[in-house]
């Protein structure tokens, strides 16, 4: 089975709609000076894809957040490939053929879910932030592959759910709407069957058990 792997860059404006996409589909946008270095479909010994952006250029012309999107237009997940990673680096310019410069990196990240569609990374261009995401999207492949094109609807809101604070609950909130629905709150932690804090019991670093009981009950 072959084995392609292909790097997307997604603009979005201030509400989420996509704005510009540079991909496999489309590898250059000179309205927002970013640039694709090629499509690589087949190679041996691995390869890398890089997308240049230009922040100032995708800002003038609204572009608000940039997703990283990593997809696997063929082949098995990313788990079932040897080695696969994504990052970012500074340039002094974009499409300037610059050589590889290990330095450069900034972020490193390793690949490995079960999936063939993840945004590792969100970037606010206004704000100058990365907003680390590190999460799995569904793949759809309804325009002629599983592309940016056919996952848009999917990146959009994503991408809000991810930034949109307006959406999010507070732990404490979480917390609490599960006290009131799974038992009944108490005043002292000695009354209690199940404790929720920064230090004890359930606290804000139990990720797998909140994961798992709290968030997708």
């Not at 799974?182 to 002292?188: P, Q, S």
């Amino acid at each position: 089975m072959g084995r392609d792997i292909d790097l997307g860059a997604s603009f979005h404006r201030e509400d989420f709609t996509l704005l510009e996409q540079v991909s496999y589909t489309k590898l250059r946008s000179s309205n927002f000076q970013a640039y694709h270095s090629g499509d690589i479909t087949s190679s041996p010994n691995g390869a890398c894809e890089f997308i240049d952006i230009t922040i100032d250029a995708a800002i003038a012309r609204g572009a608000r957040y940039l997703a990283m999107n990593v997809m696997v237009y063929s082949g098995p997940t990313f788990a079932e490939h040897d080695t696969c990673f994504a990052g970012w680096m500074g340039r002094e310019n974009p499409n300037s053929n610059e050589i590889f410069e290990p330095k450069t990196v900034q972020q490193k990240i390793d690949i490995s879910s079960h999936s063939k569609n993840v945004i590792p990374v969100i970037f606010d261009l206004v704000q100058g932030k990365a907003i680390w995401t590190d999460i799995s999207t569904q793949q759809r492949t309804g325009r002629g592959g599983n592309n940016i094109e056919s996952n848009r609807a999917t990146i959009e809101e994503t991408i809000e759910a991810i930034v949109d604070s307006t959406h999010k609950l507070s732990l404490y909130e979480l917390f609490e709407m599960h006290g009131f629905a799974r038992g009944k709150l108490v005043e002292t932690k000695e009354d209690a069957d199940r404790i929720f804090s920064i230090s004890e019991g359930v606290t804000p670093y139990c990720i797998n058990d909140i994961n798992s009981n709290y968030i997708t009950q």
